[in-house]
């Protein structure tokens, strides 16, 4: 689950350069493949953020940037065919704005070509001065969230159509934290969010509960193909230390698989990947902690991790690392993208967190992979699940470029909008691709989410036909009512578009999954392929989504990303406009007002 989570507002650049498609994609335009690093790019950067920042206030009625307004860029995009985006957070009168961000848009001569913006208003708030102190706001996040409050900061609320003056405070509990913004005027507290994405929703765990249903998935130690081909060695006369080394992983969920390690000195090693920016894996130990230098490292003098249960604790270890260093290769092999971030820092993960909690989260406080070891009575193993880890790691490429948002959350932590809905079907999406990437025998690549989870319906959620998934209500087509779906329900919109897009309509079976996927008024889609699907969803996402984007702004995302990569005439364009139409999705019935 996406929580919402505002940033500090940073100045300095992520350079993203030709990440505009899939290795092996045919691109309308020519495309040299090629990605410069931040270093030879950035005077180049530094002079398309100058150009997209005067364009935007040059431009003023379309970007809505007004006088008291500053940019600051967090992206720039320089695709090979040309175009350049630059992704802004705003801040006005020096405060922070929520719901602020906008991408300006330039053609290869840095020319102005149309922006894509979250807040379709003026950011500057109706008053100026604030009633409540800190401290005030502070007291009445604490009281709402039922934590401890830490410090108050004033902020330009600009979601939900008007923007206001506010205050945002974190709330910490035992093992929760959310984000509270209460109105610094009013007192009102405007919205109340859960700060980490949680992969199992309240509403989910409150229904296996009523079901009495218990999820036990099998764990073994069977062999896997993938052990083979990675970089370094068993250490054996080593030159230098610390040095890569050929580790083994015995996991719960994907077999026998081969990690590359770290060999700190003579046959001692640390589950840590130098050639994967560092990546590691660490034990919480039962802690809350959300600091990963808190937890503590794996080591030991085999480089064999784990022992294929829960007997061992490095057994779970073995899986998160895999299924992390495998997220950061698919997107890196896929996209050219260099880490969660875009910025080649590790990815980190720590398990055995809490005491009996049921769910894996992406934490942005400590921007690690939290995972519970289950409690023991409705989820009995650690939900350290190869597609788990891509979804939630997912959120993490989310919040480092569009930053969907949900629109609202109920008192018991669900959350619901058409932004939030987005966020967890990409998620879903690209952590299904992860799989496909990954081809682990023992973990079949399908267009299931949480089919390993042992639940009773076999899978959590299905791409192919949403409602199938009974536990959540998932949707397969989107109406006027959507916005009052809690956003895992919600998902199946853009994710039966998405499947829809790849493998068309009807009958079919994939890797030995049978698949039948339903369309809104039988329209027939015959599908343009997983390959070329993820490149439009990667470019609409990372180039023409902001965190207020609903279904209708995806699809219109989705055909510029096409068209960009494919040509506004082709197949694969008519066929994006086809997959929407066919869960209800038009240019017709878009909402006259927006929420």
Not at 219 to 238: I, N, Q, Y
Not at 280 to 302: I, L, P, Q, V
Not at 570 to 583: H, I, N
């Amino acid at each position: 689950m996406r929580r919402p989570h505002i940033r500090t507002v940073a100045v300095a650049i992520a350079v993203a350069t030709a990440a505009t498609g899939l290795a092996g994609t045919a691109f309308a335009a020519p495309s040299t493949g090629v990605e410069r690093s931040a270093a030879s790019a950035a005077p180049n950067a530094t002079a398309v953020v100058e150009a997209a920042r005067t364009a935007a206030f040059a431009h003023a009625s379309a970007t809505g940037v007004s006088q008291g307004d500053e940019l600051h860029a967090q992206d720039v995009m320089i695709d090979p065919e040309g175009a350049r985006h630059v992704r802004f957070v705003r801040t006005h009168n020096d405060l922070p704005v929520l719901g602020g961000d906008l991408v300006v848009h330039l053609d290869r001569r840095l020319g102005y070509t149309g922006v894509t913006r979250a807040a379709d208003h003026a950011v500057k708030p109706a008053a100026a001065k604030a009633k409540l102190t800190a401290g005030q706001a502070a007291a009445k996040a604490a009281q709402a969230a039922k934590g401890d409050a830490g410090s108050a900061r004033l902020v330009v609320d600009a979601r939900g159509g008007a923007s206001a003056l506010a205050y945002q405070v974190t709330v910490t509990g035992k093992d929760s934290a959310r984000t509270v913004v209460v109105d610094a005027v009013t007192g009102k507290v405007r919205s109340n969010t859960p700060t980490r994405d949680e992969f199992l929703s309240p509403k989910l765990l409150d229904a296996l509960r009523e079901r009495g249903e218990t999820l036990d998935p099998a764990t073994g130690t069977g062999s896997d193909a993938a052990v083979s081909g990675l970089v370094g060695s068993h250490g054996a006369g080593a030159a230098a230390y610390p040095s890569a080394a050929k580790g083994t992983g015995k996991t719960l969920f994907v077999g026998t698989v081969g990690l590359t390690t770290t060999q700190t000195s003579r046959g001692h090693y640390q589950l840590k990947d130098p050639n994967r920016y560092g990546t590691e894996t660490r034990d919480a130990k039962g802690s809350y902690t959300e600091k990963f230098s808190a937890g503590t490292k794996f080591t030991n003098t085999t480089n064999v991790w784990g022992n294929g249960k829960t007997t061992s604790r490095v057994s779970a270890a073995a899986d998160a690392q895999y299924g992390i260093t495998k997220t950061l290769d698919f997107y890196k092999s896929t996209f050219k993208r260099k880490g969660i971030a875009n910025n080649s820092k590790a990815a980190q993960g720590m398990v055995h967190w809490g005491k009996q909690v049921a769910n894996a989260f992406w934490d942005p406080a400590c921007t690690c992979m939290l995972y519970g070891d289950g409690d023991g009575d409705l989820f009995k193993k650690p939900l350290v699940v190869l597609d788990v880890t891509g979804h939630e790691l997912t959120h993490g490429v989310v919040e480092a470029t569009a930053n969907l948002q949900p629109t609202f959350v109920d008192s018991d932590g669900n959350q619901y909008g058409e932004p939030g809905s987005l966020n967890e079907s990409l998620a879903d999406i690209f952590g299904s691709n992860v799989e496909f990437y990954a081809k682990n025998t023992k973990d079949t690549p399908d267009y299931l989410i949480g089919e390993k989870l042992g639940l009773a319906q076999k899978f959590l959620r299905r791409l192919d036909h949403p409602s199938l998934d009974k536990l959540e209500g998932t949707i397969d087509y989107w109406s006027a009512d959507t916005y009052y779906t809690e956003v895992h329900a919600g998902s199946g919109v853009s994710s039966h578009a998405y499947y829809l897009l790849a493998e068309g309509s009807g009958k079919k079976t994939i890797n030995g999954v049978n698949y039948n996927s339903p369309t809104y008024h039988n329209i027939a889609v015959k599908g343009i392929g997983r390959t070329k699907a993820t490149a439009i969803y990667y470019r609409a996402l990372t180039r023409y989504m902001v965190s207020t984007t609903d279904f209708h702004q995806a699809r219109t995302a989705t055909l510029k990303a096409a068209k960009d990569l494919y040509g506004a005439n082709s197949t694969e364009y008519k066929t994006v406009d086809k997959s929407w139409a066919a869960v209800n999705v038009t240019a017709a019935n878009t909402p006259s007002a927006r929420h």
